[in-house]
């Protein structure tokens, strides 16, 4: 059983569009942290939410962390080339360990 | 060096063989976490270690998998009697902290073949 759910799987958008990917979970988590891993490589963490509501800007990504801390999204404003890649959500558990979501693939086009 | 490490970064062997997969964590990390990832999924959760124990591994599949860190820095993976099915990335990564919330660093982990 998959805890995190994330949307869309894939997403392919010309360059300059904004975008939105979701994390969704019927779980309650201390923290939520937003990875990014491209091909060969592994996830390279982008942000950590711990409290619900909670926005985070990092340059051109807005992170958001729901209110009941269940869920999360990712908001791309003006998406260029570099953007792309595998962009994964993981939750965090007792203990340190962490559950990962399949991710978002996504492809920005020049 | 700055980064976690993983060697071999590509490793193929035939059904039924043994492999040992190596990460040397960030110099310092007291935390050592072993994922799996497949084709098209998100890593899966294998073992914790918190210095030379193994804190969580309720992740592990089966007794074929087995972990190891002796001296609370380098970690072997080890697996047994392969199968076809245990074709995927196993990822390393380490954190300095020893609890949720941590920053994980991953290392690019070793892409395993099994014929």
């Known amino acids: 059983t998959q805890l995190l759910e994330q949307s869309p799987q894939f997403l392919s958008i010309q360059e300059g569009e904004n975008l939105t990917v979701y994390c969704n979970s019927s779980?309650?988590?201390?923290?939520l942290q937003w990875y990014r891993q491209e091909p060969g490589e592994g996830p390279v963490l982008l942000v950590t939410v711990v409290t619900g509501g909670e926005v985070k800007k990092l340059k051109r990504l807005t992170f958001q962390f729901g209110d009941a801390r269940k869920d999360s999204s990712l908001h791309i404003t003006a998406a260029q080339p570099g953007d792309t890649g595998l962009y994964l959500c993981?939750?965090?558990?007792?203990?340190?360990?962490?559950?990962f979501g399949d991710g978002t693939t996504l492809t920005v086009k020049p | 060096g700055a980064g976690v490490s993983q060697t071999p970064s590509n490793k193929v062997t035939e059904k039924g063989k043994y492999v040992e997969l190596r990460c040397d964590p960030i110099?310092?990390?007291?935390?050592l976490y072993w994922y799996r990832q497949s084709l098209g999924q998100g890593p899966e959760f294998l073992i914790y270690f918190q210095g030379t124990g193994a804190a969580d591994d309720s992740g592990l599949p089966n007794d074929r998998f087995f972990a190891v860190r002796p001296e609370g820095s380098v970690s072997t993976l080890k697996i047994q009697r392969t199968e076809r099915g245990d074709s995927a990335v196993y990822l390393c990564?380490?954190?300095?902290?020893?609890?949720?919330?941590?920053?994980?660093?991953f290392g690019p982990g070793t892409r395993l073949t099994v014929l």
């Open positions: 110099s310092g990390h007291t935390a």
């Open positions: 993981a939750g965090g558990l007792p203990g340190g360990k962490s559950t």
């Open positions: 990564a380490s954190s300095g902290g020893s609890g949720a919330g941590d920053t994980q660093y």
């Open positions: 779980s309650v988590f201390s923290s």
